[in-house]
């Protein structure tokens, strides 16, 4: 994923969870940093492993405090990160940005 700034995660995951009625009538704008996702139930827990399928790459949740790892704003910071690092390792291995895009 190339640059995977936290608004493009943030879009991602709400696209992804478009179909839940929690979000009924919402748009990327009006859903707060602080909602919930699980909580709201938006997705379970297997959802949030079934993130490292659309993304491409494996989360590693260790750095993320658990009560964050649902709630939109502090996911989509960490995920952002966790891809730019991805990123850096990829670069690193000798491909162009553009090759690792």
């Given amino acids: 994923m190339s640059q995977a700034s936290a608004e493009r995660i943030r879009a991602l995951i709400l696209s992804e969870c478009a179909n839940s009625p929690a979000l009924f009538g919402s748009t990327e ?18 959802g949030v492993v079934a993130l490292e399928s659309v993304l491409g790459f494996e989360l590693d949740f260790e750095g993320l405090e658990p009560e964050h790892l649902t709630v939109i704003g502090p996911l989509s910071r960490y995920v ?15 491909l162009t940005a553009s090759e690792a895009a």
């Avoid at 707060?32 to 938006?42: C, I, K, Y």
């Avoid at 690092?85 to 990829?90: H, I, L, P, Y």
């Fill in 29 to 46: 704008e009006s859903v707060p940093d602080d909602f919930d996702l699980r909580a709201q139930g938006v997705i379970d827990s297997l």
């Fill in 80 to 94: 952002a990160a966790q891809a730019a690092a991805a990123q850096a390792t990829t670069n690193g291995a000798g």
